[in-house]
């Protein structure tokens, strides 16, 4: 082909460095913002108690941070915090490599430190990818959260009669100052220690649901006032309930 003054026309140089670009820009990925794809989806929450023997509820987990890392960059691309329903949205995006994380607690993790929970994927061009349901784990002490289990403590006094020698009830009232200890699930020791008020009543507060052991000592009339315990298991089946143990009665010999 022989061009005018050795050159090509002008169309043709454009038309070439078009074609030069689009496959330029088609066989490289450069992963980012300025595209036309898009990354969503939903986090949800579950809550466990700390030995993860009961999740507690699951809920979309809302205003918790999600984070994109762009190609095989380390450091974080963008950052957004999910609506009411738990979705969050990369929008704009170029096609290639993305990662998406949140933190999460990790059953395994002894430390009890939250852990990167990562989901790697590749977007297509003008791709909008739904990675669909993802879950965050969030582990709860004992005390965060809202039940209550309270009581009433009664001491009832013996005295040795006299005359027959029998242990014989004296009187009765609330128990001033007396421990009464809690215990949670399959814990070894007592969690919690609280004294009963000036009309015998106590309260524990901040409970989550599960499987309860309250307990305090009494001693026994009829074996010379030897230490017992005495028990209530209990059960909390909701993050704000109220269980009232009723009356609980102690021997004071």
């Not at 890392?69 to 990369?90: H, I, K, N, W």
């Not at 994380?101 to 929970?117: A, F, I, K, Q």
Request: net charge negative; aromatic share 10%.
């Amino acid at each position: 082909m022989i061009f005018l003054n050795g050159f090509p026309p002008a169309r043709i140089v454009r038309g070439v460095l078009i074609s030069l670009f689009m496959v330029l820009s088609a066989c490289s990925n450069i992963e980012g913002e300025g595209g036309t794809g898009s990354i969503s989806g939903i986090l949800n929450q579950e809550l466990w108690n700390d030995d993860y023997s009961l999740k507690i509820s699951s809920n979309p987990a809302v205003d918790e941070e999600v984070f994109i890392l762009y190609g095989d960059e380390q450091t974080v691309g963008d950052r957004v915090v999910t609506g009411p329903g738990g979705a969050f949205c990369f929008k704009f995006l170029y096609p290639g490599n993305y990662t998406i994380y949140y933190m999460s607690d990790e059953p395994s993790n002894s430390y009890g430190e939250e852990v990167e929970v990562m989901r790697k994927v590749e977007l297509k061009r003008g791709e909008d990818l739904e990675l669909g349901s993802l879950i965050r784990i969030k582990t709860l002490d004992y005390d965060d959260g809202a039940a209550t289990i309270k009581g009433k403590v009664i001491e009832i006094d013996y005295d040795i009669d006299e005359i027959s020698g029998e242990v014989v009830a004296s009187g009765m009232g609330p128990a001033l100052k007396e421990d009464v200890y809690l215990t949670y699930g399959a814990h070894e020791f007592y969690d919690k220690r609280v004294r009963t008020q000036y009309d015998g009543g106590f309260a524990f507060t901040g409970l989550i649901p599960g499987n309860y052991l309250i307990f305090l000592y009494s001693e026994d009339p009829e074996n010379g006032g030897e230490k017992i315990v005495i028990k209530r298991n209990v059960t909390i089946t909701a993050m704000d309930q109220v269980l009232d143990l009723g009356d609980i009665t102690v021997a004071n010999l």
